[in-house]
């Protein structure tokens, strides 16, 4: 063998063993470092949230409607949602919820009145009443002479409350008032357009599309979450049963929980691009409809913390500087921790009866005043 080729093969291998120490080297660096933080978690007093994979289901998923050209659900229909959790060991049904809708496909039991003038609530599944026994229906009962109409829809963000007003309007009766209900998130939701099938119903927007609700299947909660992870995702023939059985084994650990937390809140900062944008709607809604009240209720953490948030506090100075009847809802109601479910973040029974009695106080002053005010001209 020529000695040159001889002595570019010992250079060969010797880069090839360098590259491997190297590697070697990095690969135990990253071990060892990983060790180091999970022992450092588990030791110290710093508290990991724990991570839970929460699913949504439907038993009637084309019933939900676009909430786009269209709100709520599909006229008279009889609708099943709840909610299954799981910590990646275990799987249970967090709430399991059957309702009925009116003419219109709203959550309450009165139909609606073309001859009418009604006062519109406006709000996100707080306003439905996701998780429980829809709470409008006992607002209705309390206050029997009052019209009212809701159009509380899960997932929706100011953007969607705007364009529900006038749709409301213009096919099913006219609008006197406006309540809204609300929490800081809707201020930093998307506009998205649901997609529904036989199979479930997706959230989408800006080209991005994510399962929401999932068919529901006569099977045990850990098979129904189980189905969720191999469900395909619009427009995609890939499934996340990968990432899922991947996810498994990270949150195992209390380094990977910090990662995963840390991920969501870097998450939540996109979340601001969508401010302006709700900031514009609302503006445009207050401008164009009478608003009786905008109550402002504490999400869970804020509950368990009993502190608004520094979005809730962005979101309340907005309110305050653009005039309208801002009730605190931290004061008002006054919703605890105890007053949400354990895993999920919607209010529990307590808590939506805790809301409807706010509510219903609301309406009635607003009733009172308006009546003092016409009795004096």
């Given at each position: 063998m020529p000695a040159s080729r001889k002595h570019a093969g010992i250079l060969t291998y010797r880069l090839k063993r360098t590259l491997l120490e190297w590697v070697s080297a990095i690969l135990l660096s990253i071990g060892l470092a990983i060790l180091a933080g999970e022992l450092t978690l588990r030791l110290s007093s710093l508290k990991v949230t724990p991570i839970l994979n929460?699913?949504?289901?439907?038993?009637?998923?084309?019933?939900?409607?676009?909430?786009?050209?269209?709100?709520?659900?599909?006229?008279?229909?009889?609708n099943r949602e709840g909610a299954v959790y799981s910590d990646y060991k275990n799987a249970w049904v967090e709430y399991d919820v059957v309702f009925s809708v009116n003419n219109a496909g709203l959550v309450q039991r009165r139909t609606i009145d073309a001859s009418e003038r009604y006062t519109v609530l406006v709000g996100d599944s707080f306003m439905h009443g996701l998780g429980s026994r829809p709470?409008?229906?006992?607002?209705?009962?309390?206050?029997?002479?009052?019209?009212?109409?809701?159009?509380?829809v899960p997932g929706t963000g100011i953007q969607h409350w705007s364009k529900a007003v006038a749709w409301f309007e213009h096919l099913h009766a006219p609008v006197k008032k406006v309540g809204v209900i609300l929490i800081a998130d809707d201020f930093f939701r998307p506009y998205w357009i649901a997609r529904r099938s036989e199979?479930?119903?997706?959230?989408?927007?800006?080209?991005?599309?994510?399962?929401?609700?999932?068919?529901?299947?006569?099977?045990?909660?850990?098979?129904?979450?189980?189905?969720?992870?191999?469900?395909?995702?619009?427009?995609?023939?890939?499934?996340d049963w990968v990432r899922e059985k991947i996810r498994a084994i990270v949150v195992k650990l209390r380094l990977g929980e910090w990662a995963i937390n840390l991920k969501r809140s870097l998450m939540a900062s996109k979340a601001r691009d969508y401010f302006e944008l709700n900031k514009n709607s609302f503006i445009e809604?207050?401008?164009?409809?009478?608003?009786?009240?905008?109550?402002h209720l504490p999400e869970k953490q804020e509950a368990l913390s009993n502190k608004w948030s520094s979005e809730s506090i962005e979101a309340r100075a907005f309110l305050k500087a653009n005039g309208v009847n801002y009730?605190?809802?931290?004061?008002?109601?006054?919703?605890?921790?105890?007053?949400?479910?354990?895993?999920?973040?919607?209010?529990?029974?307590?808590?939506?009866?805790?809301?409807?009695?706010?509510?219903?106080?609301l309406l009635a002053d607003e009733e009172l005043s308006t009546q003092r005010m016409t009795a004096a001209r």
């Open positions: 929460g699913v949504y289901f439907s038993e009637h998923p084309h019933y939900f409607r676009d909430q786009h050209n269209a709100f709520g659900y599909e006229p008279f229909s009889s709470w409008f229906y006992d607002l209705e009962e309390s206050l029997p002479s009052l019209r009212l109409a809701n159009l509380g199979r479930g119903v997706a959230f989408c927007y800006e080209d991005q599309c994510g399962n929401v609700f999932i068919k529901h299947q006569a099977v045990d909660p850990q098979t129904l979450i189980e189905q969720w992870y191999e469900e395909p995702r619009w427009g995609s023939a890939n499934t809604l207050a401008e164009t409809h009478t608003l009786a009240f905008v109550l009730i605190d809802g931290m004061e008002m109601c006054p919703l605890t921790g105890d007053d949400f479910y354990r895993s999920d973040d919607h209010p529990n029974t307590i808590g939506y009866k805790k809301i409807q009695h706010c509510v219903a106080n």
